[in-house]
């Protein structure tokens, strides 16, 4: 079984607050990704890291940020949430194996709402 | 770009129906294929996968072939439960990218 953890499940905050979504494996794996999800469903890959001290941008232009000091801890901030970035918000981690995509593990995933 | 197209939902069988949820894609070289699921109030959990031409991934009774000549990875359950009701999400590597690109999911809610 899977052991990555997102902490908040679920966050209600007003416009204009700074907050940091939690994410942390035990598996040890190189590769973090960030997600988010919106109410049809689809993900859009917001970040994501190849290991420690590595951050790039995903598919979807993104107001949040992202830093990997710790293998095992990759934190996602939002420096003034805005009512636009309610949503859902996965995080995933996975192996590093040359050019081959592994299978990734996601998190339970928070649930955001910005007032 | 790499892309993946699952079929339409939502989807609404009932209990011991057989279910077909369709995906094909579009990719440069020789992706891996998955097929995800997510509960409700949960993350996405790998239900199945493959990596070559031909291969059939199977788990908890779904099925998945990956037909190269077709470029599908239909998702397939000879009786579906009730606790089969999820979303499902079709997915495929991009080597080059190191990434998955997702479909955009198909809900399925199986009624007793």
């Known amino acids: 079984e899977a052991d990555i953890y997102q902490t908040p499940r679920y966050l209600v905050i007003g416009t204009g607050k700074k907050i940091t979504l939690e994410c942390s494996q035990t598996?040890?794996?190189?590769?973090m990704y960030w997600y988010q999800q919106d109410p049809g469903m689809e993900l859009h890959l917001i970040h994501y890291?190849?290991?420690?001290?590595?951050?790039e941008k995903g598919d979807l232009s993104s107001e949040s940020t992202v830093s990997r000091i710790r293998t095992e801890h990759f934190p996602l901030t939002l420096e003034s949430a805005r009512p636009s970035h309610t949503s859902q918000y996965l995080c995933?981690?996975?192996?590093?194996?040359?050019?081959?995509?592994?299978?990734?593990?996601f998190g339970p995933g928070t649930r955001l709402l910005v007032l | 770009g790499d892309s993946v197209t699952q079929m339409e939902g939502p989807v609404t069988l009932s209990e011991e129906a057989f279910l077909t949820i369709n995906c094909t894609y579009t990719?440069?070289?020789?992706?891996?294929l998955f097929w995800y699921v997510q509960y409700p109030g949960e993350g996405l959990q790998l239900l199945l996968k493959a990596t070559k031409a031909d291969d059939k991934g199977s788990n908890k009774g779904f099925e998945a072939t990956y037909r190269k000549e077709t470029t599908s990875f239909h998702l397939e359950k000879g009786s579906v439960q009730v606790s089969d009701s999820a979303v499902y999400f079709c997915?495929?590597?991009?080597?080059?990218?190191?990434?998955?690109?997702f479909g955009q999911g198909t809900r399925l809610t199986i009624n007793p």
């Open positions: 997915a495929l590597s991009d080597q080059g990218a190191q990434k998955l690109v």
């Open positions: 598996m040890g794996h190189d590769k």
């Open positions: 990719a440069t070289g020789y992706p891996s």
């Open positions: 995933a981690s996975s192996e590093l194996e040359g050019l081959v995509q592994e299978t990734q593990y």
């Open positions: 890291s190849y290991g420690v001290n590595s951050t």
